[in-house]
């Protein structure tokens, strides 16, 4: 079984400044895990994947995050907000069960990251 | 690439009016998945299909709901008849299978059932 918590339903930050979207996950095998984004009215936008490779992984935009197998966390940082990231921030872990080609996904419930000038 | 195309992008219907929404996924990829996103239950997976064959379909809410995917560029999701409880953003998405499990949305349906 497999699933992900983001802990913080609503972030607020000022631009300019840090960010950090919280994530933590379970999984009865070797995750996938990926950060998505999603502005109002689109659709999700893949910002970084993480899939056993190095364990900081770059995104776009200048985000990244970070596997953290002992914490079961990935989480998401940018070192300084933009005006533009404004969105909802989703985490999302797949299960990859040997001998099984696709993984389900699993999303956590979003988190709202509120960009304040 | 185009990316995965969604049709229609919004559309409002009376309850009980049958729904149609069509998926055109990424030219290449083997999976395709339907999900709808509502305020109360966040993404759900409704239901998805590998090489055009549904390969589970345990997210589908009720007998009310169908998809088909007639070939590797196409995919519709229907709703007949649709309820105000319907009302959702429906979103398709695709992947290729090369491992990572990335998968590919489109812009998605918003759906208004009154």
């Known amino acids: 079984a497999q699933s992900v918590t983001q802990l913080d339903s609503h972030v607020s930050v000022s631009e300019g400044t840090p960010v950090l979207l919280r994530c933590n996950y379970s999984s009865s095998y070797s995750p996938s895990l990926f950060w998505y984004v999603q502005h109002p009215n689109k659709g999700l936008q893949l910002l970084l994947k993480y899939t056993s490779a190095a364990t900081l992984v770059k995104g776009i935009n200048g985000f990244e995050a970070e596997f953290k197998k002992s914490e079961t966390s990935f989480h998401l940082t940018k070192l300084s907000a933009h005006m533009s990231d404004a969105a909802e921030y989703f985490c999302v872990v797949s299960d990859r069960p040997g001998g099984t080609s696709y993984g389900k996904l699993t999303f956590g419930q979003g988190t709202i990251l509120t960009v304040h000038p | 690439d185009a990316g995965v195309i969604q049709s229609p992008r919004h559309e409002v219907t009376e309850m009980g009016q049958e729904v149609t929404l069509r998926c055109k996924p990424i030219?290449?990829?083997?999976?395709l998945f339907w999900y709808r996103q509502t305020m109360m239950r966040g993404l759900e997976l409704l239901i998805y299909f590998n090489n055009n064959v549904p390969i589970d379909d345990s997210g589908m809410p009720e007998d009310r709901f169908s998809a088909k995917m007639p070939n590797a560029s196409f995919s519709t999701l229907k709703i007949q008849p649709s309820e105000p409880r319907d009302s959702a953003v429906y979103f398709c998405?695709?992947?290729?299978?090369?491992?990572?499990?990335?998968?590919?949305f489109g812009e998605g349906s918003w759906l208004t059932v009154v």
């Open positions: 030219s290449g990829h083997d999976y």
């Open positions: 998405a695709s992947s290729l299978w090369t491992g990572g499990n990335t998968i590919y």
